[in-house]
């Protein structure tokens, strides 16, 4: 049974034990388990909750912080292997790994981890019973901020996001009225990060025994 959103201060005081990012993390997980159509958002029954696999996931996080969406969240270039036979690289959040982690260890989200036909694994993510008493209580801003980014800026239809894992990979977002929203997303792109190093030395102090 879901909490009333105009519930005791006691139980809106749930929500305060995740970051702002971590809601944002939260309900995107949400709105990619629940199927969308013609720009609606449908509930589905307990029974019928989907799984969002962790690739797609990583992938709408690097495009919510290409779009400014998360505080504290960044980004770096990784190479990771897909079904367990292919090598990618891919402009992986850590920051949004370790909230993952995160939410499973709060007992929010659950995991998944499934064999493939290739020998190789597929991890993949959706809402716990405990994580959807805490979807109620997250504000209406951080909600319209991830509903925002699925639909097209220019006529409002929900976006497509396409992703081909193959000899030529890439994940397109495409509107399907206008051309406006199309572009490929750079999730597979390694991208020059600008940095400053400089040397350090550490000090050894030697005890001699006489």
């Not at 990012?21 to 388990?33: A, E, G, N, P, V």
């Not at 007992?107 to 036909?117: A, F, G, Q, V, W």
């Not at 925002?148 to 000899?167: A, P, Q, S, T, V």
Request: glycine residues 4%; contains cysteine; charged residues 25%.
């Amino acid at each position: 049974m879901f909490i009333d959103e105009n519930s005791s201060d006691e139980n809106n005081s749930d929500i305060s034990i995740l970051t702002r990012d971590q809601q944002i993390l939260l309900y995107t997980i949400d709105y990619l388990t629940k199927w969308v159509r013609g720009g609606d958002h449908f509930l589905q029954i307990p029974e019928e909750r989907t799984w969002i696999k962790e690739l797609p996931l990583w992938a709408v996080i690097y495009y919510q912080i290409v779009k400014g969406t998360y505080e504290t969240y960044d980004y770096s270039p990784t190479s990771i292997q897909f079904f367990g036979r292919s090598s990618f690289t891919v402009n992986l959040s850590y920051e949004g790994v370790d909230d993952i982690e995160d939410l499973r260890e709060l007992e929010i989200i659950d995991k998944i981890r499934l064999s493939t036909s290739q020998h190789g694994f597929v991890t993949a993510y959706r809402i716990t019973d405990y994580g959807n008493k805490l979807l109620v209580l997250i504000p209406k801003d951080v909600k319209d901020e991830v509903h925002g980014l699925f639909y097209c800026e220019h006529c409002k239809i929900h976006l497509n996001f396409l992703m081909n894992i193959g000899d030529e990979p890439e994940i397109k977002i495409d509107c399907p009225e206008c051309d406006v929203s199309d572009f490929e997303l750079a999730f597979l792109e390694s991208e020059d990060v600008s940095y400053i190093s400089e040397p350090y030395f550490l000090r050894i102090s030697k005890k001699l025994v006489g």
